[in-house]
């Protein structure tokens, strides 16, 4: 891989979604039935469109990072709390060690922030 100026980094669209599911099931090895219940409400029940972070390199979906947002029921006081958690860090292993994941965490961690 040459030139990493190119690299564009977005929100993934739910028209690209199995792009997604595709890069998961590579990097990890898990089949695609595993992983489509991240842009559902059984595993993400807050699950918003563009909590599926992506590294774009000549139109290639190269590395991703979700948010998955979940409720907690507190025990003390019985409140209910939005949290988020990060799940699924994968980067295609040609792509690895060029910060992509990194930028990817730190958008993830803006956003969580500021939603």
Known sequence: MGDTSSIIYRPIGRHEHKQVLDLWSSVFKLGQGYFERYFTVDASPCYQEGDTLGAWYDEQLVSTVHIRRIIIRSRDNDGE???????????????????????????????????
């Open 81 to 115: 709390y939005l949290c988020a958690a990060i799940s699924n860090v994968a980067t295609l292993e040609e792509y690895r060690e060029r910060g992509f994941s990194r930028q990817l965490l730190r958008m993830a961690v803006d956003k969580m922030e500021h939603s």
